[in-house]
């Protein structure tokens, strides 16, 4: 065959074999690729190693691909453009055929062209035995000169665990002859090498690495013998070096040398074993679709820079994306309106944007496809507000509740004025005065009306039924009598007629039934079951009694009494008194069809997306409030199930009393929204100040009134400010903050005339910006931390932990005195003496729980707080949310959110003391106090619980099978977890492998940061001011 003939690329592997990335082989990287650092050199090789390719395969491939599975979508957009695969042809043009014979297949013809990488080592081997000074001793070393000159300086290998990374140098031209190959480091030697060529020369590299001592032994008189590195070459792959004795040279003849097996024999063995080894052949179509996926993003990512129209298969996406999404959420094509969005200008410019649909429109869905442009094609960033998911993305109307609408209105702000590139993008579903939100973001509005399933409002009053009409005179018009028959018992128990409700549409839809009040919700679902027929007991038998079994193993066998008598029925309540678990768990079931029925309160319309066919609101009240309109609208959107349903409908039921204003209600337009930035003073405008302060966002009087008007606040000066201006509002709240010793004001006289008031952090303002402690009570923290040092009792938890327990839950508390006297009796004396300390003496809390009257002046507050850290002593005991919960008196969802609320603050109150040196004892304490509060488990179950995907339960599991540390768990094998452990499935066990190995990564890390820091020269060493001054 000619030099320019045709030239077949073979690449054989063995199956369950650890070998390096032949993509490195196959195509050497560039400069830039060799800078980009081990990490994506690990990635390629990882992904190499997943690759199974069959005995002879026609096509080459970039080794960057993505696998079929979705967690590769990641990995997509990589840096090398993959080149399209093609087939190379034979030299009659003649298919493959895999030879099976046990015949040498290659004879004294090499298949691989005449300057082949065979005939290069070849002409090598006769070269260097033609040499004088080496003709002795050419056979005995020809093998370990060709790795140690030629391979050594062609690969870099690199153990890495049980992989072995080959690197190669830059391509240079191809050259042939002896001084070439071993002399220029330029030339790739492997370039056109199979694979089995790669294995054989991986195996010699690694000989000479591992056994280098061993062969100097040799050459001086001792003779041995070594197996290859992999067991799956044959032994004789590899020749041994031969004794180099004079009793071994006098016997060595010609004939002895021609008989040993030239490197090109030894070449040709290894690749026939690897050509007759069967291996699973590699789809040619799946790499097609691998390398088009490769290609689609390089394509998106291109067009997501340069700012093109030009969009690419799916919305800048590759298709990957698309078939994802049909394949996991059913969701073939998109809406117009959807289209639309992700097709404007200002989303192709990235600009901000706010887009606002009725409630099931499919407004998430664009908020993820612009997250995935971000994450995949433009490789940045993505700030998630909960409880939604976007670039910078909220429920915007939130803006305008309270302390979290401080808090986002904060976070926004901030955002706007330190960066000019970050992209917000605000979806909602109702909003009203969208222009203030406008002006305040900067961006661009889009709004539609779409609806996927038709909505229809109902009325109901006593027995009747009034369809919502706009056009209608009085906004109602009668829609149909309720038929259902009542007894007289059933009239009584059920006077809103909600039974008749429900059951036109469960079992086979599902319901939404709101209520004004969590004890309203469970009632109801009971009184909904007792008047349910049985055959409600036989839909979904099976999967209801598999919900109980799951909620009876997640509360430790225990299990609330309402839910075991309505869950049968397929009926359950949801509010805030239940376990985050049993909420999580509730959900799934109603979300498959097997709960049809959920009682609830109005937090369910705001947090969690679960429609229903029918949506009932019990009562045109909030607790004891009327009814806001965008409540009203929040509760009807969930009505209607897209893909499900063809028709939602809301029934609100009223009395005659209110029907007024619910007439007004339903016709009137949504509530403006405003900022609550100064109204929440501590949370909203001065904890704003601090933070700029802090951050040296804003340091002075001018710069702080210039980001004020940024804010939300700002564009609606004019409308929420009457009596002061912005200026003084500004003015009087940084005068807060120097008064209460959190902020210090330094004056700068420029001029005569001009003045400029600069403000810096004091120790105390940065502890408690640094621990994000409310501004109402970080004056009262370091009061009760200060005294709590000058008697701080250790012989048990009850002091750290009332120093830890959230101010903002004592005003909710409401002690059971006879609970609260029981538990204060059962006290030790060291417990007893911290409520001495604290000021609250039993005698008081008998005189409360027997209803004596009290003369001596208590405060309050330190007695509610000293209860709910009764509740938390407990709870850290006897680990037990059901136990406590039981012992208190309190709902379990209660004492979870206490437990929760407790943990966050004991780190803030952490984080408060580490900036203060004075509290330097609290420190070491409360790290581990944290830690209990965070998981409530037992001390040795806490370095388990820090794995993700690991709770109490499989803590208990793994500690009794002998996985007692973190250690253990990194090291574990998956597939002996899933055998040892019960439930467990395959995918949790590498989850929990894999976090564990992560937890561990980064404490290694953390500990070589440390050691680097120690052993790094002090920037204020003296000797190194002194060279410094010599050098210069």
């Known amino acids: 065959m000619d030099d320019g003939g045709s030239r077949i690329r073979r690449r054989v592997s063995l199956p369950k074999r650890k070998r390096p990335s032949l993509g490195r082989i196959f195509v050497a990287p560039t400069a830039a690729e060799l800078e980009r650092g081990d990490e994506k050199e690990e990635e390629m090789v990882a992904e190499n190693r997943r690759r199974k390719t069959a005995g002879l395969i026609p096509v080459e491939v970039q080794p960057r691909q993505l696998s079929d599975s979705p967690d590769c979508l990641v990995l997509g957009g990589g840096d090398t453009k993959p080149d399209l695969l093609r087939r190379m042809p034979t030299d009659g043009g003649v298919g493959y055929q895999h030879n099976d014979s046990e015949e040498d297949m290659f004879g004294d013809y090499d298949s691989f062209t005449e300057n082949s990488f065979i005939a290069e080592a070849d002409d090598l081997e006769q070269k260097y035995m033609q040499l004088p000074e080496h003709q002795k001793h050419a056979t005995d070393f020809a093998t370990e000169n060709l790795c140690s000159e030629s391979i050594k300086n062609k690969l870099s290998v690199t153990p890495i665990g049980n992989l072995t990374e080959l690197q190669t140098d830059k391509h240079t031209e191809n050259q042939s002859g002896y001084e070439d190959v071993t002399d220029e480091p330029g030339a790739d030697l492997l370039y056109d090498v199979p694979s089995s060529q790669a294995m054989y020369f991986e195996n010699l590299q690694n000989a000479s690495n ?12 001792r003779s041995s013998s070594h197996n290859t590195v992999n067991e799956e070459l044959p032994h004789n792959c590899i020749e041994q070096p031969q004794q180099n004795d004079e009793s071994s040279s006098k016997v060595r003849t010609s004939s002895d040398i021609n008989r040993r097996t030239s490197i090109k024999d030894h070449l040709k063995s290894t690749m026939t074993g690897n050509a007759k080894a069967q291996t699973p052949v590699f789809s040619r179509s799946k790499q097609l679709k691998e390398t088009l996926l490769s290609e ?31 394949q996991l959420k059913g969701i073939e094509k998109l809406y117009e309106w959807q289209h639309t969005c992700l097709t404007l200008k200002s989303v192709q410019e990235r600009k901000n944007l706010i887009y606002s649909l009725p409630t099931s429109g499919g407004k998430t869905l664009v908020a993820e496809i612009l997250m995935l442009q971000e994450l995949l094609c433009s490789r940045k960033d993505v700030l998630m507000i909960l409880p939604y998911v976007a670039i910078v993305q909220e429920k915007l109307h939130m803006i305008g509740e309270g302390s979290r609408g401080a808090i986002l209105e904060m976070t926004l702000a901030k955002i706007l004025y330190t960066s000019k590139t970050t992209q917000i993008i605000g979806m909602s579903a ?13 961006a661009e509005y889009y709004t539609s009306q779409f609806r996927p399933v038709e909505l229809k409002e109902y009325l109901k009053i006593n027995d009747t039924i009034y369809e919502i009409d706009s056009k209608a005179e009085n906004g109602i018009t009668f829609s ?9 018992t059933l009239k009584k128990m059920d006077p809103d007629h909600l039974v008749a409700l429900v059951t036109e549409v469960i079992p086979n839809y599902s319901c939404l039934v709101f209520c004004p009040s969590k004890k309203n919700c469970e009632n109801v679902a009971e009184m909904i079951c007792k008047f349910l027929s049985k055959e409600y007991l036989k839909h979904k038998e ?19 009494p309402v839910l075991k008598r309505t869950i049968p029925f397929g009926v359950a309540y949801h509010h805030s008194g239940l376990t985050s678990d049993e909420r999580k768990l509730l959900e799934e079931a109603y979300s498959t069809g097997v709960l049809c029925l959920f009682t609830c309160t109005s937090t369910l319309a705001a947090g969690v997306n679960l429609p229903a066919r029918r949506v009932i609101l019990r009562a045109p009240y909030v607790a004891m409030e009327f009814l806001k309109r965008n409540q009203y609208k929040q509760m009807i959107g969930r009505a209607g199930r897209a893909g499900i349903d063809t028709i939602g409908e809301s029934i609100l039921i009223l009395q005659e009393k209110d029907k007024q204003q619910v007439l007004e209600l339903i016709t009137r337009p949504l509530e403006n929204c405003y900022s609550h930035l100064v109204q929440e003073f501590t949370k909203g405008i001065q904890t704003l100040f601090l933070s700029l302060i802090g951050l040296k966002i804003a340091t002075n009087l001018d710069d702080i009134y210039h980001f004020m008007n940024g804010t939300f606040f700002g564009v609606q000066q004019n409308i929420l400010l009457k009596e002061k201006s912005l200026w003084e509002i500004t003015v009087e709240s940084l005068r807060y903050l120097t008064e209460k010793g959190l902020v210090q004001k330094d004056t700068i006289y420029k001029s005569e005339e001009e003045v400029q008031h600069n403000f810096h952090i004091t120790k105390l303002g940065r502890a408690s910006f640094k621990g994000t402690i409310d501004l109402a009570y970080c004056d009262i923290l370091y009061r009760d931390l200060k005294k709590g040092l000058e008697g701080l009792v250790l012989e048990s938890l009850l002091h750290l932990i009332y120093l830890t327990t959230p101010y903002d839950l004592v005003s909710q508390c409401n002690p059971d005195w006879m609970i609260y006297f029981r538990q204060f009796s059962q006290l030790s004396p060291a417990e007893q003496n911290v409520a001495a300390i604290l000021g609250v003496s039993e005698s008081f809390i008998g005189k409360k729980a027997s209803g004596q009257a009290i003369r001596k002046k208590v405060d309050k507050d330190v007695v509610n707080r000293l209860y709910l850290s009764f509740v938390l002593y407990s709870l850290l005991k006897e680990t037990s949310i059901w136990t406590v ?27 408060f003391c580490e900036e203060l040196e004075e509290f330097w004892v609290y420190r070491a304490l409360l790290v581990e106090l944290t830690k209990k509060l965070t998981y409530c488990v037992k001390a040795e179950l806490i370095p388990l619980m820090e794995v993700t995907g690991v709770l109490e339960g499989r803590a208990k599991q793994l500690y009794s099978a002998g996985y007692k540390s973190l250690m253990h768990l990194a090291n574990a094998n998956p ?17 929990i492998v894999s976090s564990a190995k992560m937890l561990l990564h980064e404490k290694a890390e953390a500990l070589q940061e440390e050691v680097e820091e120690l052993l790094r020269l002090p920037s204020d060493f003296p000797g190194a001011v002194a060279s410094a001054t010599d050098e210069a």
């Open 430 to 442: 109702t909003l009203n005065n969208v222009e203030d939100l406008q002006k305040f973001l900067q």
């Open 480 to 488: 149909r009598f309720l038929n259902y028959k009542y007894s007289d």
């Open 975 to 991: 597939e002996v977890l899933i055998r040892t452990i019960d439930h467990l499935s395959r995918r949790q066990a590498k989850q």
């Open 885 to 911: 919960s039981e012992k208190f008196n309190m709902p379990r969802g209660y004492v979870q959110n206490l437990l929760t609320g407790a943990a966050s603050f004991s780190s803030c109150v952490l984080h």
């Open 542 to 560: 099976k999967e209801k009694c598999e919900v109980i079994n799951n909620l009876k193993n997640i509360g430790n066998g225990n299990l609330c």
């Open 296 to 326: 689609e993003i390089n394509v998106a990512k291109k067009t997501i820079e340069s700012s093109s129209n030009d969009l690419g298969p799916f919305y800048s996406l590759p298709s990957k994306v698309r078939d994802l999404y049909v």
């Open 210 to 221: 591992d056994f280098g001592d061993q062969f100097m032994k040799e050459r001086d008189g």
